[in-house]
């Protein structure tokens, strides 16, 4: 009889764990609203609150300088399922929770994750590497804490080019926007949501094409 209660007590602690992990949470701000929800147990509350306090010091910058059109309302999911870093689809961001333990420094995966739901290029017309490049950019730009995790724009090699994509390509539009037409990128990310994009408009933004481009960009490429 005494086993029988234990083992209900451990499974009813069990069920409320599992309860308290799951519990949606939404909070409201500035006219958007997130809603976080985590089946990790152990995620630190500390981490939560700075994931949740970047979204909203972000995410109204990110859509006012790119997309007011933008969704109000985003899911965050921290995952012990998902075997990535983190991964984003109809308004709905997914952590790793590996990742979120082992590099809790990396509050501005959250800045990455959020652009490309302000970026919504749906089926797009343009490469990925153009897609994780302006993600990157974005991260640069307006990342709350990009030294914390110690995420820099690398250092120009040899061995790089534009469609390396992620941090290589937002060093590159960084180049571009210091150095030949400020405002190119919001351009090019524009396009690609209006499903307008062509190779052309490089040329047309900058007058150069972006082979042109990637040549000065080799010449000098001090940001």
Do not use: C
Request: aromatic residues 12%; charged residues 25%; glycine residues 6%.
């Amino acid at each position: 009889m005494r086993k029988t209660l234990v083992l209900i007590a451990l499974i009813g602690s069990s069920l409320i764990l599992f309860k308290q992990a799951k519990a949606q949470e939404v909070i409201k701000k500035k006219g958007y609203t997130l809603t976080f929800e985590s089946n990790y147990a152990a995620l630190d509350p500390k981490l939560k609150s700075r994931m949740i306090e970047t979204f909203f010091e972000v995410y109204p910058k990110l859509a006012k300088e790119y997309n007011l059109a933008t969704l109000k309302e985003v899911k965050f999911f921290v995952d012990t399922a998902y075997k990535g870093v983190a991964a984003t689809s109809n308004g709905r961001v997914v952590y790793a929770s590996n990742w979120m333990k082992t590099h809790p420094e990396d509050i501005d995966v959250v800045t990455h994750e959020v652009m490309h739901i302000v970026q919504n290029y749906g089926r797009s017309l343009g490469p990925g590497w153009l897609t994780e490049g302006i993600a990157d950019f974005a991260r640069y730009k307006f990342g709350v804490d990009n030294p914390g995790s110690k995420w820099t724009l690398p250092e120009l090699k040899p061995t790089h080019h534009y469609k390396n994509s992620y941090r290589i390509t937002a060093r590159f539009f960084a180049w571009i926007e210091n150095n030949v037409k400020s405002g190119t990128i919001q351009e090019i990310d524009k396009s690609l949501r209006e499903r307008t994009y062509t190779a052309e408009i490089w040329k047309n933004k900058t007058g150069k094409d972006i082979d042109e481009l990637w040549a000065d960009y080799l010449k000098n490429p001090s940001i």
